[in-house]
């Protein structure tokens, strides 16, 4: 895969790296497309993130990230709404080309999980005339069913692709390996995914075995058991032409090498193995 495509998204070298840190050191390493996470835009201010965006000639191909809907009183509903439209406006401020939509789970105390993924539709639909108005896509990721309970009830690609269908215009699908290669559907949902003209991203990473933490230990891509080319010949095949992103956390080990490394190494498995 050409190292245009190459995006690095700064969960990747969060550890290492302040986001200016990683604008620079991006940019050092021929790395021309990055996709940040909101609390490292905090961290540096939107004004001076956007002023190092166009002073170094990045391009953002996704802020990670809007999402958590489900709620359990108004109150709740007003927070999560109100994150979300400033989540889109921070999108918008950087040139984002999509806002990354982590969904949530159930409401605390709740065990109502139908309930939790018709608030999600809900919400998505009260921020989306607002997501139209600032040209921003909200990019719907399925999250794998371990994180059901906490982090997303969207769980699978059919399910995000049912949501863009009841939603339309406006929204589409973040496809992240780490989360759906074990679907045994994944191959005709992304085809029905691209015929629609939704995907807005792709998410490299690789599963390892054994993981020793279900959240902070992917792997590097061919350290683990995806079968990467496969699945990026399926998102090709279904036209898309974007970004890919490397988005690895690794609290046993990424996270714990110099972050040029990290780079150095990711832009070598992803000619090799992508």
């Known amino acids: 895969m050409p190292l245009e495509r190459l995006s690095m998204?700064?969960?990747?070298?969060?550890?290492?790296?302040?986001?200016?840190?990683?604008?620079?050191?991006?940019?050092?390493?021929?790395?021309?497309?990055?996709?940040?996470?909101?609390?490292?835009?905090?961290?540096?201010?939107?004004?001076?993130?956007?002023?190092?965006?166009?002073?170094?000639?990045?391009?953002?191909?996704g802020l990670c990230r809007g999402g958590f809907f489900p709620y359990d009183g108004a109150r709740e509903r007003r927070a999560a709404?109100?994150?979300?439209?400033?989540?889109?406006?921070?999108?918008?401020?950087?040139g984002a080309g999509c806002l990354v939509l982590?969904?949530?789970?159930?409401?605390?105390?709740?065990?109502?999980?139908?309930?939790?993924?018709?608030?999600i539709e809900e919400l998505i639909?009260?921020?989306?005339?607002?997501?139209?108005?600032?040209?921003?896509?909200?990019?719907?990721?399925?999250?794998?069913?371990?994180?059901?309970?906490?982090?997303?009830?969207?769980?699978?690609?059919?399910?995000?692709?049912?949501?863009?269908?009841?939603?339309g215009e406006g929204v589409g699908v973040v496809?992240?390996?780490?989360?759906?290669?074990?679907?045994?559907?994944?191959?005709?949902?992304?085809?029905?995914?691209g015929e629609a003209g939704r995907i807005l991203g792709l998410h490299l990473c690789d599963w390892l075995v054994p993981t020793r933490d279900l959240a902070t230990d992917r792997g590097m891509m061919g350290d683990g058991i995806i079968d990467i080319p496969l699945v990026r010949g399926w998102v090709d095949r279904a036209g898309y032409k974007g970004a890919c992103e490397v988005e690895i956390f690794s609290a046993l080990n990424w996270w714990k090498r110099p972050a040029g490394e990290v780079l150095e190494v990711a832009k070598q498995r992803f000619v090799s193995v992508c």
């Open 9 to 61: 998204n700064l969960a990747t070298v969060r550890e290492q790296w302040t986001f200016e840190e990683a604008v620079v050191g991006c940019r050092e390493a021929g790395i021309a497309t990055i996709a940040p996470w909101r609390d490292q835009l905090e961290h540096c201010g939107i004004a001076r993130a956007r002023r190092l965006i166009s002073d170094y000639g990045m391009s953002i191909s």
């Open 81 to 94: 709404v109100d994150d979300n439209l400033r989540a889109i406006e921070e999108a918008a401020a950087i």
């Open 102 to 119: 982590v969904c949530g789970g159930l409401p605390a105390g709740s065990r109502n999980i139908a309930g939790a993924r018709e608030q």
């Open 125 to 167: 639909s009260k921020i989306l005339p607002e997501a139209r108005s600032a040209g921003v896509p909200l990019g719907i990721e399925p999250l794998h069913p371990m994180y059901a309970a906490d982090r997303s009830c969207v769980n699978t690609l059919a399910q995000a692709n049912d949501l863009c269908d009841l939603l």
């Open 175 to 193: 496809i992240d390996l780490y989360h759906v290669w074990w679907d045994p559907r994944l191959s005709g949902e992304i085809a029905r995914t």
